[in-house]
């Protein structure tokens, strides 16, 4: 489809109607309906809102690697918000979020009083506040040894078992990388998860504690493997959020399969959002690519 036909199909649209499209034509839709310039327009009195921050925005030192959405980044970065909310359930990530944070205060645009750091996990709705074990993996901040890769410290997970899976996936990184230079094994490994007491919430509740006044514009989901859980429970007529990002790719493995993204796309239906949807597609947006593993649903209304 080159762009003018994008741009033709985008334009006869039936909007009140959930929509499957590709990326192409949700970028023409953007263009279309002026969103960017929209989004400009609000960030003032909205906040961006990102689920699962890890080192959001920030570059893990020594190896200096980003391991975030670029579009999103743009975003947090160049646009003043009324609020930025970070929330990582990991407290070893979370503090070294929110020293990074005080140690680079012109690192986004937003003024630092304005970027909350909130150390809380997210539950289902209606299950409340509780507190929880969480198991993180803390060999990058108990060993030292900086040739782990920074993805080491982002298997959290109110789970054990969700993190004792991906510690191979380590293994063979430094395999990769340093070969025998290392001893690293999974053994090794596991013993370095840790076990922390962690509040867990509904998302609803977090963001009306946490935000006031100011509504998502932007919301990133990047929770290990529960973001469909999480997005599939976002009640949208009530948050209104302009842009939804997440990882389809963890959506086979729900319970009832993709039958969970059928009733998101209802519950916009019902009159109260449009949402266009690119699924697992790269977004295209002022030239510029951005994430092919994940998924954008975007309110046009």
Known sequence: MTPATAHAHASQLELRT????????????????????????????????????HHF?????????????????????????????????????????QRSLVENPDAYATPPERIV??????????????????????????????????????????????????????????????????????????AMVEQHDVQCRSLGDELTASLGRAPPAILMVDVEGSDCRIVAGLDLCRTHPWLVRYEHKHCAAQPDGSAWIERAHATMARGCADANVAYGRPLVWGGKTFSGDDTYFLRVS
Not at 23 to 50: D, G, P, W
């Open 18 to 53: 959930p929509l499957r499209v590709s990326a192409l034509a949700l970028e023409a839709i953007m263009k279309k309906r002026n969103i960017e310039a929209h989004i400009n327009a609000t960030a003032a009195n909205s906040s961006l809102v990102v689920l699962g921050a």
């Open 57 to 97: 925005g920030q570059r893990t030192a020594p190896r200096n690697e980003e391991n975030d959405d670029l579009f999103v980044v743009q975003l947090a970065k160049k646009l003043v918000w009324r609020r930025i909310l970070l929330v990582e359930a990991s407290p070893l990530v979370a503090a070294e979020l």
């Open 117 to 190: 750091v909130r150390n809380v996990g997210i539950c289902a709705e209606g299950a409340g506040t509780s507190v929880l074990p969480f198991y993180t993996l803390a060999a990058r901040q108990r060993s030292l040894d900086w040739r782990l890769p920074s993805f080491t410290d982002q298997f959290g997970s109110f789970r054990r078992v969700h993190v004792g899976k991906h510690l191979p996936d380590v293994v063979s990184w430094m395999d990769r990388h340093w070969g025998k230079q290392h001893n690293w094994t999974v053994a090794a490994l596991d």
